[in-house]
T-cell receptor, first 114, second 114 residues
Framework: DQQVKQNSPSLSVQEGRISILNCDYT??????FLWYKKYPAEGPTFLIS?????DKNEDGRFTVFLNKSAKHLSLHIVPSQPGDSAVYFC?????????????FGKGTLLTVNP | DTEVTQTPKHLVMGMTNKKSLKCEQH?????MYWYKQKAKKPPELMFV???????INESVPSRFSPECPNSSLLNLHLHALQPEDSALYLC?????????????FGNGTRLTVT
């Protein structure tokens, strides 16, 4: 049973527009959420995170929103750039402040068209 | 350039072979991880080492044997693997004493078992 779900396998966006990637989770014990980006032939790279005590975290063009009641988070990229084209993984960890047991979603392939 | 280095990048081995995957980091991280990723699937945790001691084994078959010889190195010894073990094997590291420290991944070893 998937505890972290990314229901859109792919997303295509025009350069300069907003990209919105979505993630749902089922485990109420998750209290920390991360987004990783992965280019082909490379390992995942940490992008941005959010604690369950917040509902928004922003870092440059990237903003993550958390809706705890809906068990939903989203990653907004604005403006989108062709170099953002990659697979984006949502990940979650449980209580205790430890990332030891990250649970990943299946990923969403983002394509930003010039 | 990734700060976590994995060798080799590609490995083809027969079911009777013995081989080892190597991982090295010099960020002073005291937690190191092995993940396995199959095509179009999320990374799955295999092992976690904390302060060079095995702290998590996610019920991984004994044909996979991890080793952490020092704080910078992590090995994964492979023996009598099956074709279904073919996957991308990712090493990662993180700080232990900082809550929710993100994982830093290497670029992985693409393993093919014939």
């Amino acid at each position: 049973d998937q505890q972290v779900k990314q229901n859109s396998p792919s997303l295509s966006v025009q350069e300069g527009r907003i990209s919105i990637l979505n993630c749902d989770y089922t485990n109420s014990m998750f209290d920390y959420f991360l987004w990783y980006k992965k280019y082909p032939a490379e390992g995942p790279t940490f992008l941005i995170s959010i604690s369950s005590i917040k509902d928004k975290n922003e870092d440059g063009r990237f903003t993550v929103f958390l809706n705890k009641s809906a068990k939903h988070l989203s990653l907004h990229i604005v403006p989108s750039q062709p170099g953002d084209s990659a697979v984006y993984f949502c990940a979650a960890s449980g209580s205790g402040g430890s990332n030891y047991k990250l649970t990943f979603g299946k990923g969403t392939l983002l394509t930003v068209n010039p | 350039d990734t700060e976590v280095t994995q060798t080799p990048k590609h490995l083809v081995m027969g079911m009777t072979n013995k081989k080892s995957l190597k991982c090295e980091q010099h960020m002073g991280h005291r937690a190191m991880y092995w993940y396995k990723q199959k095509a179009k699937k999320p990374p799955e945790l295999m092992f976690v080492y904390s302060y060079e001691k095995l702290s998590i084994n996610e019920s991984v078959p004994s044909r996979f044997s991890p080793e952490c010889p020092n704080s910078s190195l992590l090995n994964l010894h492979l023996h009598a693997l099956q074709p279904e073990d073919s996957a991308l094997y990712l090493c990662a590291s993180s700080q232990v004493d900082r809550p929710n420290s993100p994982l830093h991944f290497g670029n992985g070893t693409r393993l093919t078992v014939t």
